[in-house]
T-cell receptor, first 109, second 117 residues
Framework: GQSLEQPSEVTAVEGAIVQINCTYQ??????LSWYQQHDGGAPTFLSY????GLEETGRFSSFLSRSDSYGYLLLQELQMKDSASYFC??????????FGTGTRLQVFP | DTGVSQDPRHKITKRGQNVTFRCDPI?????LYWYRQTLGQGPEFLTY????????KSRLLSDRFSAERPKGSFSTLEIQRTEQGDSAMYLC???????????????FGPGTRLLVL
């Protein structure tokens, strides 16, 4: 089977750093993506890792360890607008994405 | 803004009725995907087109569901004889086939929220 596991909810305060972990078990693996989705909105692409290591894009960074089937999204200098659901998604050999169940991030002032 | 658009944004129907949704992808994108999302869950893949060819269908896509992309541009998703379990957000995404292998960023539309009474 194919599965992705993420924490269901994470809370943090403005200005803090938060890490959202994702472990996956899929048949075939090409890369791990992260998407952000605000309530009632569409998923928005944040980052993609195909190789081991850290990718940095502004306040967001994403890490992948293929040997551990593990990745994380790191959000720094949290802002209220970062309150949203975050999904990891695997590209597993075809062009479809397999999504995790999502992590709801709540940022408090 | 020439992002992915979907129509309608909301649809309420009675059980047993047929519904059709439309997706207009980003114009230069040759790949188009349909996903379904229920509350508290991640999007689930339904089907995918490259140009006008439907290349993959999920086992979630029962025979009541059909999707087309007749000219390789917009796509329609039809649900026949709707059931209450079909209530969900139906998301469309598009991507180009360029870029490094596996990196085909998918851009999502705002979705069509379906409620079957």
């Amino acid at each position: 089977g194919q599965s992705l596991e993420q924490p269901s909810e994470v809370t943090a305060v403005e200005g803090a750093i938060v890490q959202i972990n994702c472990t996956y078990q899929t048949s075939g693996f090409y890369g791990l993506s992260w998407y952000q989705q605000h309530d009632g909105g569409a998923p928005t692409f944040l980052s993609y890792n195909a190789l081991d290591g850290l990718e940095e894009t502004g306040r967001f960074s994403s890490f992948l360890s293929r040997s551990d089937s593990y990745g994380y999204l790191l959000l720094q200098e949290l802002q209220m607008k970062d309150s949203a659901s975050y999904f990891c998604a695997v590209s597993a050999g075809t062009d479809k994405l397999i999504f995790g169940t999502g992590t709801r991030l709540q940022v408090f002032p | 803004d020439t992002g992915v658009s979907q129509d309608p944004r909301h649809k309420i129907t009675k059980r047993g009725q047929n519904v059709t949704f439309r997706c207009d992808p980003i114009s230069e994108h040759n790949r188009l995907y349909w996903y379904r999302q229920t509350l508290g869950q991640g999007p689930e893949f339904l089907t995918y087109f490259q140009n006008e060819a439907q290349l993959e269908k999920s086992r979630l896509l029962s025979d009541r569901f059909s999707a087309e992309r007749p000219k390789g541009s917009f796509s329609t998703l039809e649900i026949q004889r709707t059931e209450q379990g079909d209530s969900a957000m139906y998301l469309c995404a598009s991507s180009s086939s360029g870029g490094s292998r596996g990196l085909k960023t998918q851009y999502f539309g705002p979705g069509t929220r379906l409620l079957v009474l």
